[in-house]
């Protein structure tokens, strides 16, 4: 059984940094993609960033680029998110996903997180 479990998340200020963390369990992880996706209050699910198997490549959504980076380390079947320069608009369930392509739309990816809590106070 295909099991991603996300932490890290909680309450930070404006301008603060956070780190979550993802672990996989019942996959090959160094065969998946992986991504992080973000779903707002009353909004639906967006893309934030993703990392090839290698981790050699990566994607970003663009109300993150330059503030948040997509990290791996297939040794630990771990994927990162760190997230820096936080804005109260980032906040957000983060979800993380698994999938056998790289991309930037959730029917890319084949298994979901149940989700973390990132919320950012102004």
């Known amino acids: 059984q295909v099991r991603l479990v996300e932490s890290g998340g909680g309450l930070v200020q404006a301008g603060g940094s956070l780190r979550l963390s993802c672990v996989a369990s019942?996959?090959?992880?160094?065969?998946?993609?992986m991504a992080w996706f973000r779903q707002a209050p009353g909004k639906e699910r967006v893309f934030v960033a993703a990392?090839?198997?290698?981790?050699?490549?990566?994607d970003y959504a663009d109300s993150v680029k330059g503030r948040f980076t997509i990290s791996r380390d297939n040794a630990v079947k771990t994927v990162y998110l760190q997230m820096n320069r936080l804005k109260p608009e980032d906040t957000a369930v983060y979800y993380c996903?698994?999938?056998?392509?790289?991309?930037?739309?959730?029917?890319?990816?084949?298994?979901w997180g149940q989700g973390t809590q990132v919320t950012v106070s102004s």
């Open positions: 990392i090839r198997w290698t981790g050699g490549m990566t």
């Open positions: 019942g996959l090959t992880f160094r065969s998946y993609a």
């Open positions: 996903a698994a999938g056998a392509t790289f991309g930037s739309r959730e029917y890319e990816y084949d298994y």
